[in-house]
């Protein structure tokens, strides 16, 4: 099983869509999780920190469910510029400051 | 903000030959770097940490005599991929992380071997 497992997509939404990501760990003992955004041939760059209580940005919401192990990202009024590869990362409490990405989730949004 | 900067930002060399990648934290001492690689639609992947003045530690299955990894200050990391062949063409990219600034990512070095 992968550290952290995401769906890999694409994702396809028109404009003004509400999509949803979902992430699993492995590592039930890991501390941090994070979801960050990586444009085509492009560094990843973050998007948010995820709380055990959720929190929300703007039109991102992340929320995480330790017993499920579970993690997920709600973006509401999709725009074309929210077009890239959604990345999953958790950092294993065990490997202090290491971050272990998923494969990432693509979303396409379309006119 | 913190920034940090990796160059080149693409390269194309030569089976046979080294390549040398450099990320610098430009407005913050940066106490530990790590160096990921990324083939096209997989997720990135850890290849060593590097602490400033010690060695560099491996993932399993990084040759460490192959990916040389350099950390002589506190804003400067390199990654040399020596004896370069096709199979290490991908996109290398660096973090560094400051005791204020968690992790910063540099802009990604394209490396492609003829």
């Known amino acids: 099983r992968k550290e952290v497992e995401q769906d890999p997509g694409p994702f396809n939404v028109p404009e003004g869509a509400t999509v949803a990501f979902n992430c699993t760990y492995s590592n039930s003992a890991s501390q941090s999780f994070f979801w960050y955004r990586q444009d085509c041939r492009k560094e990843p760059k973050l998007l948010m920190s995820?709380?055990?209580s959720g929190n929300e940005d703007g039109r991102f919401t992340a929320q995480l469910n330790r017993a499920s192990q579970y993690i997920s990202l709600l973006i509401r009024d999709s725009k074309l510029s929210d077009s890239a590869t959604y990345l999953c990362?958790?950092?294993?409490?065990?490997?202090?400051?290491?971050?272990?990405f998923g494969t990432g989730t693509r979303l396409q949004v379309t006119l | 903000g913190a920034v940090v900067s990796q160059h080149p930002s693409w390269v194309i060399c030569k089976s046979g030959t080294s390549v040398k990648i450099e990320c610098r934290s430009l407005d913050f001492q940066a106490t530990t770097m790590f160096w990921y690689r990324q083939f096209p639609k997989q997720s990135l992947m850890l290849m060593a940490t590097?602490?400033?003045?010690?060695?560099?530690?491996?993932e399993q299955g990084v040759e460490k005599d192959k990916f040389l990894i350099n950390h002589a200050s506190l804003t400067l990391s390199t990654l040399t991929v020596t004896s370069a062949h096709p199979e290490d063409s991908s996109f290398y990219i660096c973090?560094?992380?400051?005791?204020?600034?968690?992790?910063?990512f540099g802009s990604g070095t394209r490396l492609t071997v003829v």
């Open positions: 995820v709380y055990s």
């Open positions: 990362v958790v950092n294993p409490v065990d490997t202090a400051s290491k971050l272990t």
């Open positions: 590097s602490n400033e003045g010690s060695k560099a530690t491996y």
């Open positions: 973090s560094a992380e400051g005791s204020n600034y968690g992790y910063t």
